[in-house]
């Protein structure tokens, strides 16, 4: 079962990287002075701005075989112009997994890659963001999937998709929310 928990993960940890950033909804939520902390500056475009920082926060994550599993994550960002490198840990009750991802941003698609080191999975993702939204299709050594993300406020909701390569069709593989 663990094994096929990994892609799920690596899926996450891209997913969280390729958030867009609602600069208005942040503001609307919170003071003017955290509201500053939080919006993206003025005139960058980059989705990966309101990212920076440390997240935490849980969801359900649901193997090939088995029942759903809950897991509870912690996530950083360090974003240096249109380019975001993050970590990211998570555990459940049987297991954890550590990840890292590097991704870059221009002209409203996002392209980069990923790695989970405790099971050796890796890939690629691409897709696009605009708005509170991202859709993203992961490509991996150990994963296929789609992913969408809706960002509000300070919190993100990521669903995860994976595609079973012999039938074609995709089932619900992981739903996280992660906040301040």
Known sequence: MIGT??????LLLVALLSCPAPADAA???????????????????????ILKGY???????TP???NAENVSCHVTYNVAGP???????????DYKFNTSSKLNYSGGKISGS???TTYDA?????????????HAIISGDKFSGRMSIN??????????????????AYRQAASVSLHR
Do not use: Y
């Open 83 to 93: 380019s975001v490198s993050q970590t990211m840990r998570c555990a459940g009750t």
């Open 64 to 66: 090939n075989k088995g």
């Open 151 to 168: 960002v509000s406020g300070s919190s993100h909701t990521i669903n995860i998709v994976q595609l079973d390569p012999k039938s074609g």
């Open 5 to 10: 928990l990994v892609p799920v993960a690596t």
């Open 114 to 116: 990923w790695s989970e």
């Open 122 to 134: 890796s890939g690629s993702v691409s897709g696009t963001a605009a708005g509170n939204t991202v």
């Open 27 to 49: 503001s609307k939520k919170a003071s003017p002075a955290t509201a500053a902390k939080k919006a993206p500056p003025k005139g960058t475009g980059n989705p990966f701005d």
């Open 55 to 61: 997240w935490s926060g849980g969801g359900t994550v």
